[in-house]
Structure formats: C-alpha cells, structure tokens
C-alpha cells in the first residue's frame, strides 16, 4: 500500500464559518430545488455569468481556445510565453458543477493562483455540461483538450498534471486513466473533493449525509442517472471502477472531512493505493465542498491550494529533471 492519509487542523475562524453558513443557507437548497429536467434545466448555467464582473488577477495572461465542442483559457504567468511552456510543462484544468453548472468565469480565480504559484500555463477548459451533453460528452470533450495542450501547445504528456474539483475530479481521473492506456501517463493527478463513484449507497448511510452544508446527498443518483441518460446511472464507467488503475501517476486528493464526497476520496484513495499508485489523501475538517478553489476567501483555502500547487511543482520538476537526464 503507498497511501498517506494526513487530517490537517482546519475550520476555524470567521472566515470559514461564514463560508459553512452561506453554503447552508444558499448553496445546498438551490442544489435540492434545481430541476434536472423541463425549461428551467438549462438555468444553472447562468451561474457562470455572475462571475463575469470579477477582475483578472494581475501579471496573468488568458489566450482563449475555441474548439467546435468545448471551449477553454490557457491561463499564463505574464513573464511566460506559449513557446517556454514546451519545455516547462502545464496543467489541465477542469472545473466542477455536477456536470451542469460553473465554467472558465466561476474557477478563474483559482486557475489564475495555480499558474503563479506554479509558474506554469494552466489550459481550464468549459466543456459539455447538462441540458447540452451528458457524462459522454463530458469525457470527450476533456480528452480532446488533453490532446490541445500535447499535440497544438506541444506539452510533453509527461510534464502535464491534470487537476479538477468535484465533477471536473471525475474528469481528472478519466482523462488521466485515457492519457495512460494510450502510453501518455501524465505527471500527476489533483482532486478537490472528487466526485469518483456513481454509486450512492455508501453515501446515504454516512454521517456527512447529514453534515453536508453543500452537496443534497439525495440529488446524486438522479444527476448520474440525467447525465448517462438513462432510468438509471451506469455505476460501472465511474473512475473508482476502473479495471486498471496502477496506470495512473502519483495522486493528490483534498476533501472536507464534513462532506459527503470524503467517502469517495477515501474509496478511491484505498483503489489506488492498492494498484501500487503513490497516493496523498488530505482530510481538512470544518471546511466545505472543494473548498481549496475558494483560495481568494478563506486562509484553510489558500494554505491546501499551496499543498496543491507545491504537488505539482514537485510532479513538473521530476519529470524534468528525469528527461535531463536522459539526455
């Protein structure tokens, strides 16, 4: 077994209380009301929108991707041109929202601190979400930004760290199980509370069925079922499912310890770690659902942000270093 498991002291302060208290009082209701189906479905998208007054952080740079199914940014330190980045390396970016909501306006502040902190370009990319496409279309849409950022930026698979929150977790470890079975293993894998296992039972019975200040635990079966389009979800096509996950490289997942989605980090992180993949688990207690995206708001935010970014500095770093050795 290669899996460290670390419950980081967290939750305390103004800051995240009032962070907990919004999430209760605005995030989960909207969650438990939202139509799946109908006229109204296509609404949550707009949630994207509102963050489009929010001001691009200083000494960054956003070249913009148009593909006929996805959209993304190649966020940039300003120092760094698209040619140096050949030779540094990049992150992918997907951003969550069950499968239906946020995009490239609502994670631009966190894609922007993870190309500082890193020095690296971060590619975020918008892809099919719900009425539009489902978890098909999703995956698809995901792995051909993978193939943007090696075949059209020219990124050596190997000095790529594929990263996501929630849904777009999912679609870090179906991207990065896809990269691998092709001989393209990426350098490493980042999941904010990744939602990794279609299945619900184990959710229901657990104590954060009731903790949860964000995620209605009752909502989950019906989203997967929407998203496959079918009465019912294909429990089997979930990463956590995967036939052979010792492809994967090193992983690092971050979790609240009060969230719902803590039963699939740790589920997925026992997966892993049993296939021989070096495996971080970090649990943070008193914090929310992919929480380390709210990095510009609260302290515990910002400080497992900068565990995830000293991850990928070390994953780029080694895979450089390696290849100069090689040389």
């Not at 896809?178 to 939602?195: D, I, M, N, Q, T």
């Not at 619900?200 to 079966?221: G, W």
Request: include cysteine; charged fraction near 20%.
């Amino acid at each position: 077994m290669s899996l460290q498991t670390d419950v980081i002291p967290a939750g305390k302060g103004l800051p995240a209380l009032i962070v907990r208290w919004l999430c209760r009082i605005f995030v989960r209701p909207t969650l438990t009301s939202w139509p799946l189906h109908g006229p109204l479905a296509p609404v949550m998208r707009g949630i994207d929108a509102v963050f489009a007054p929010v001001p691009r952080l200083r000494g960054t740079v956003h070249d913009k991707v148009d593909a006929p199914t996805w959209r993304a940014e190649l966020v940039r330190p300003a120092e760094l041109s698209v040619e140096d980045a050949k030779e540094r390396g990049a992150v992918l970016y997907f951003h969550g929202g069950a499968f239906a909501f946020c995009g490239l306006r609502s994670h631009r502040r966190v894609v922007e601190r993870i190309a500082l902190a890193t020095g690296l370009p971060v590619l975020t990319v918008d892809y099919r979400q719900h009425p539009i496409g489902g978890y098909a279309e999703a995956k698809a849409d995901a792995v051909e930004a993978w193939r943007h950022l090696v075949d059209v930026v020219g990124v050596a698979p190997d000095r790529i760290v594929i990263a996501g929150d929630s849904a777009g977790g999912m679609l870090t470890f179906t991207t990065g199980l896809a990269a691998s079975a092709l001989g393209e293993r990426p350098a490493g894998l980042v999941g904010f509370s990744p939602w990794t296992d279609f299945c619900t039972k184990s959710k229901r019975a657990h104590a954060n069925a009731r903790k949860d200040v964000f995620i209605p635990v009752n909502r989950l079966a019906g989203i997967a079922a929407v998203l496959h389009k079918l009465p019912e979800a294909d429990l089997t096509i979930a990463p956590v499912e995967a036939k052979d996950l010792s492809l994967l490289p090193p992983v690092l997942m971050t979790a609240s310890a009060d969230e719902i989605l803590l039963v699939d980090a740790e589920l997925m992180a026992e997966r892993l770690a049993a296939a021989g993949v070096p495996t971080r688990l970090t649990i943070w207690p008193g914090t929310v659902h992919a929480f380390p995206v709210l990095s510009h708001i609260t302290p515990d935010s910002k400080r497992a942000l900068t565990t995830a970014t000293d991850f990928i500095t070390e994953r780029v770093s080694a895979a450089t270093a390696t290849a100069a050795q090689a040389a």
